[in-house]
């Protein structure tokens, strides 16, 4: 079993910045194992946010490339958003994937809105 729950969100102006949170845990999952972000905007397919590997290895979104970090310590990652466009507000699901299998987290909502 692997369980992610994220935190943070919520509704932030165009401009703002927000940071999202993921503690992994369970008996399958492995701090070897990469951690990333995923997001799905209304009517739009999940997309990759931004991944890093256990070593530290990042990679991002051209979308998000300049305004979002991700950052880990072994089994907890943290993305920050600055700069933030109301084409960023979506459902963002913490993910790792682990012999052929996608985790996901419950999924939290950032809105980006004037």
């Known amino acids: 079993q692997v369980q992610l729950v994220e935190s943070g969100g919520g509704l932030v102006q165009p401009g703002g910045s927000l940071r999202l949170s993921c503690a992994a845990s369970?008996?399958?999952?492995?701090?070897?194992?990469?951690l990333g972000w995923y997001r799905q905007g209304p009517g739009k397919q999940r997309e990759l946010v931004a991944r890093?590997?256990?070593?530290?290895k990042t990679n991002f979104a051209d979308s998000v490339k300049g305004r979002f970090t991700i950052s880990r310590v072994n089994d907890k990652v943290d993305l920050d958003m600055n700069d933030l466009k109301p084409e960023d507000t979506a459902v963002y699901y913490c993910?790792?994937?682990?012999?052929?299998?996608?985790?996901w987290g419950q999924g939290t909502q950032v809105t980006v809105s004037s």
């Open positions: 993910n790792t994937f682990l012999r052929g299998i996608h985790y």
């Open positions: 369970g008996s399958l999952f492995s701090i070897y194992a990469s």
């Open positions: 890093i590997s256990s070593d530290g």
